[in-house]
């Protein structure tokens, strides 16, 4: 990271420097909360966590070398430098605020509903064809997560591009106070966290959060094929840029080819030209991520071929539409998160594949008092989309099982000569389900993997990709 210096540390966050004085203009090389990833001179910043208490290793973090610590309680004569703060989270948070406004880089922000990070994998594509680029990696979008973010941007990057997760309002308010974005990139407005944020307006006013410490005179890029966001207006006065199907979006796409689980060609139109690209990734979802990625390379300067050429070399990551083509089964993992949108989508990508499909799908959470009826309705989309076998786990996907399993009743019933081939199953554990997995899934099925995170649905990804 670029040099920060002990004294400056202490007056971004308030705190008051412990310590010899003539350290105190020592310069950190780098700030971490994780006891495991300290180097030489970093800055340790003791977050008290659900488990563990980082206070607890400040001793053995300054014996491998830190530099100081960031610490909530009085450390007396400790004999090392350390900064006393009333708030350890909130330093962080601090801090990493005065890093970013020290830094000559273009931020791009990216937020919605569903699509986050691979829009945020798509726009990094495309800006690393001219740009050294630095990208929100993993989970790493809260306000634990951003921050570490920030501090990872080293002299070299031109442009980070920074995903950013809330489930409240008032979280993107101070991510964006820390982010400073000159691009805002919206991909959409769902239902995700409208348990916490009541309707999908309450969903707008906080996502759109985002843009009350952006850049002036910046640009805002919305989806104009979402009824929420078509029509925004924001307050600072831009105008926002649209990308979509709809032609009336200056950014959209014409002559687009289903190339099944091999991805998509795509014709995509600007305000000034057009060109055709391939989207390597498959599902219509991922024809807005593109468009999204064309918006921002057009406004940050790139030419067509640098765009085509980033979207053409965009690949999938764990647990993010990744096809895994074991000795058994082709596996479609999807299973970092869900919601409602996002779960039909991928069911959308397994109906392309040419084989027998299975669908193994767990809880979503935070999804409010309708929950019940949203798990229902994914089940309506798998009998719909002609899923062969369907294989529900947890105690809210008995609602997916049951969805699905009255829409293929009916559609029977309307067809006597039609007789429904879904197989439907529904466990209440993984374990269950692996005690069962033999006797319902074949050897070639296509199987997608998905559930909201907190299912731990990885295990099922590693052994099914795994099974000989």
Excluded at 241 to 260: K, Y
Excluded at 382 to 409: F, M, Q
Aim: charged share 25%; with cysteine; hydrophobic share 40%.
């Amino acid at each position: 990271m670029k040099h920060m210096s002990l004294q400056e540390i202490a007056a971004a966050c308030g705190g008051i420097y412990h310590g010899d004085p003539a350290a105190a203009v020592r310069e950190v090389s780098s700030v971490v909360i994780d006891s495991r990833k300290v180097e030489k001179d970093s800055l340790f910043i003791a977050i008290k966590g659900a488990r563990v208490d980082g206070h607890t290793f400040i001793p053995q973090v300054m014996e491998k070398g830190a530099l100081c610590a960031v610490s909530e309680q009085d450390l007396g004569d400790a004999g090392y430098p350390y900064i006393r703060v009333s708030s350890c989270e909130q330093a962080l948070k601090d801090i990493a605020e005065h890093y970013r406004r020290s830094l000559d880089i273009k931020v791009v922000g990216i937020s919605g509903s569903v699509g986050k990070t691979s829009t945020k994998e798509m726009i990094a594509s495309v800006l690393s064809q001219k740009y050294s680029v630095l990208k929100t990696e993993g989970n790493f979008n809260n306000e634990i997560g951003l921050p570490l973010t920030v501090f990872n941007i080293r002299e070299e990057h031109e442009i980070a591009v920074l995903e950013m997760g809330i489930s409240n309002f008032g979280e993107m308010t101070r991510l964006a106070k820390i982010a400073r974005p000159d691009i805002c990139v919206f991909t959409n407005i769902g239902v995700a966290h409208i348990e916490s944020l009541g309707s999908r307006d309450g969903i707008l006013k906080a996502k759109t959060e985002m843009i009350d410490y952006m850049d002036p005179e910046g640009t805002i890029i919305v989806n104009g094929d979402d009824d929420k966001l078509r029509g925004f207006t924001p307050q600072n006065g831009l105008t926002p840029v649209c990308f979509g199907l709809d032609r009336s979006c200056p950014f959209h796409a014409e002559q687009v080819t289903n190339r099944g689980l091999k991805g998509t060609d795509v014709h995509i139109v600007t305000p000034v030209s057009s060109f055709d690209t391939h989207i390597s990734i498959p599902g219509r979802h991922m024809v807005y991520n593109a468009l999204a990625a064309v918006a921002v390379g057009y406004a940050l300067g790139l030419t067509d071929e640098e765009i085509a050429q980033g979207i053409a070399s965009n690949v999938p990551i764990a647990g993010r539409n990744n096809l895994i083509e074991g000795k058994c089964y082709t596996v479609i993992d999807d299973c970092y998160n869900a919601n409602p949108a996002s779960m039909k989508s991928s069911l959308d990508v397994l109906a392309y594949a040419d084989t027998r499909t299975a669908a193994v799908l767990g809880d979503m959470f935070e999804l409010g008092a309708d929950e019940k009826k949203m798990h229902y309705n994914v089940g309506v989309h798998a009998a719909e989309k002609g899923i062969d076998v369907l294989i529900c786990i947890g105690d809210l996907s008995s609602e997916i099982a049951r969805g699905a399993r009255e829409t293929a009743n009916s559609t029977e019933a309307e067809n006597e000569a039609q007789t429904s081939s879904m197989e439907i199953h529904h466990y209440k554990t993984k374990a269950e389900f692996f005690e069962n997995a033999d006797s319902v899934l074949r050897e070639g099925d296509t199987i997608l993997v998905k559930a909201s995170h907190g299912m731990e649905f990885p295990e099922i990804v590693e052994r099914l990709s795994k099974k000989e």
